[in-house]
């Protein structure tokens, strides 16, 4: 008797969906690939790390010798759309800055929402622990009220700088952050924190306007020839940011490494090892991609679909024309709650086709937050979004995407419209990893063809 032929397994794959994950299969005819961003151990005492970071700064007196009694000190930390441990980085700064003989009442921490919402009294607590919260004076930035603003001038560039005034007032301007892939900046991090975070409207608006966005140089990975970048150090210098402390993560937000001092040399060590890890070969473009975005960027529609545009707006889009991106979100707060967020919904929603988004963007300009509806235009522009397992499929059909329940139920939607021989590119950690297409190399350590 003839032994009975055994089927062929099936490949499960999983992907982030807010605090958890969605496991899935691929159907018939379809090739995965999964690309995650290059091993690198965690560090194993993270707290440790961080004194020594602030203990032995790059190119920078440690802040014991910077700072003075009597000095006003800010340290601008970032809200809790960046998943950056300022509950660790922030009181190794404090206790630097006890050590100095600098008063509690002389220290202001200001949160770097930019045109975000402002972060609630239990956000400040997840970001900064409930004792910092309790012994300082803890604020948000205030991107639309002039009187909490100073104007800084206008760069060679164009840009028209203004930041908090508790940032520019202060003796000594310190900065948090979280050094990783970013589609208007390159990479975040640096002086980014201070210079939009704590910027006002007319200097968010400028530098995510269409010019900027349009801009070849404006490109995720890209940071020599890139007017963003140039401006928020412009900004940032205008400011007076004289101290940083930043980390590089991995897909499961672990610090892979932490430096902290000079914001220019510092940024640019971290950069140099966050490419090493982020920036991952693939060979070509694919018909579909899955992104995973997860908690907490897939809260709202805003931050979800920056899986969509990081994936589009590679140095070449892992996309083919026409291709499907297939992004899982929650979206439990719907398009988002902040001001941005509502003119990106608005934007959306009113436009009668993406063209128009597009050609009313060109001519007419756009206040900030409703940059994020010009880049998607761009992207569904040349490829189709699909956002799988969201709260609110209204919002996501009112933003010219499509919801889907599941992602086997996105996959047969490419599938009807592209054909089921289909090569499927599936990046787990979509605003970290960094496919990079590189002509017929794959590396055999991050990319799995089955």
Do not use: W
Request: aromatic residues 6%; contains cysteine; glycine residues 8%.
């Amino acid at each position: 008797m003839k032994p009975e032929a055994k089927k062929p397994e099936t490949k499960h794959y999983r992907i982030p969906y807010s605090r958890t994950y969605l496991e899935f299969t691929l159907p018939p005819g379809m090739r995965g690939t999964v690309v995650v961003s290059q091993p690198v151990a965690p560090l194993a005492d993270v707290s440790r790390a961080v004194a020594e970071a602030v203990a032995h700064p790059i190119a920078s007196p440690p802040l014991r010798e910077m700072a003075r009694q009597g000095d006003r000190v800010c340290i601008v930390f970032t809200d809790i759309t960046r998943a950056s441990p300022d509950h660790l980085l922030v009181p190794a700064l404090l206790r630097e800055l006890e050590a100095a003989g600098v008063r509690d009442e002389d220290i202001t921490l200001l949160c770097g929402i930019g045109m975000h919402r402002p972060s609630t009294h239990d956000e400040k607590i997840v970001k900064l622990g409930r004792e910092v919260v309790d012994r300082y004076r803890v604020i948000d930035n205030e991107p639309q009220n002039p009187e909490a603003l100073v104007d800084l001038g206008v760069t060679p560039g164009g840009v028209p700088v203004s930041a908090h005034r508790a940032a520019v007032e202060a003796d000594l301007l310190i900065a948090t952050g979280l050094v990783e892939p970013h589609q208007y900046a390159g990479y975040s991090g640096g002086r980014k924190t201070l210079a939009v975070g704590a910027a006002g409207e007319a200097l968010i608006a400028h530098t995510h306007g269409p010019a900027f966005v349009d801009h070849p140089g404006t490109r995720l990975g890209r940071i020599e020839g890139n007017p963003f970048h140039e401006a928020i150090t412009e900004a940032a210098r205008r400011a007076g940011l004289r101290f940083i402390i930043n980390v590089v993560l991995d897909d499961e937000k672990r610090v892979l490494k932490v430096a902290a001092g000079e914001p220019e040399a510092t940024f640019r060590e971290l950069v140099a090892f966050a490419r090493s890890v982020y920036e991952v070969p693939i060979p070509q473009q694919y018909d579909v991609a899955i992104g995973g975005v997860g908690f907490p960027k897939d809260a709202n529609l805003y931050q979800a679909s920056r899986a969509a545009s990081y994936l589009f707006f590679a140095p070449i889009p892992v996309v083919k024309p026409d291709g499907f991106l297939i992004i899982p979100a929650r979206c439990e707060e719907g398009a988002g709650e902040g001001v941005g967020e509502q003119r990106f919904f608005a934007a959306m929603r009113d436009a009668p086709d993406v063209q128009f988004i597009l050609d009313d963007a060109r001519r007419h300009g756009y206040p900030p937050g409703q940059q994020r509806a010009f880049v998607m235009a761009k992207v569904l522009e040349q490829a189709r979004v699909v956002i799988v397992g969201s709260e609110c499929p209204d919002v996501v059909t009112a933003c010219k995407m499509i919801p889907a329940a599941t992602v086997e139920e996105a996959l047969a939607l490419a599938a009807r419209e592209l054909g089921s021989d289909l090569d499927v590119l599936i990046v787990p950690h979509a605003l970290l990893t960094l496919p990079v297409i590189v002509g017929g190399y794959q590396h055999p350590a991050t990319s799995n063809k089955t």
